[in-house]
């Protein structure tokens, strides 16, 4: 399974943008795909995931309301719409796939995309 993360930049505190993650290979082996931030000197967080399947998805409660995942399965791509965006918004952005385990844990998943910055100035 291979995972590409696109769509970071820099925006302004208040504005929005979509990142995508592009999936290839054996998806089908997995049960959706999540969406983590890592900011400097921090662990990684998790920030939202989707299945593949029944598109049911959870949101950390620090984007809730501003923050939305989706899928195209046609497309085999995961988006997450990221509105109002705040300065501690300001991370590397990783989306992940796994076949088991906690949705919520990074350790639990097994393929990782390269990751895309996000910076929100104040």
């Known amino acids: 399974v291979q995972l590409q993360a696109s769509g970071g930049g820099l925006v302004q505190a208040g504005g929005s943008l979509r990142l995508s993650c592009a999936s290839s290979?054996?998806?089908?082996?997995?049960?959706?795909v999540g969406w983590f931030r890592q900011a400097p000197g921090k662990e990684r967080e998790f920030v939202a995931r989707?299945?593949?399947?029944?598109?049911?998805?959870s949101h950390a409660d620090s984007v809730k309301g501003r923050f939305t995942i989706s899928r195209d399965n046609a497309k085999s791509t995961v988006y997450l719409q990221m509105n109002s965006l705040k300065p501690e918004d300001t991370a590397v952005y990783y989306c992940?796939?796994?076949?088991?385990?906690?949705?919520?844990?990074?350790?639990?998943?097994?393929?990782w995309g390269q990751g895309t910055q996000v910076t929100v100035s104040s």
């Open positions: 992940a796939a796994k076949r088991q385990g906690d949705y919520t844990r990074a350790g639990d998943y097994e393929y």
């Open positions: 290979g054996r998806t089908f082996m997995t049960d959706g």
């Open positions: 989707i299945r593949w399947i029944s598109a049911s998805t």
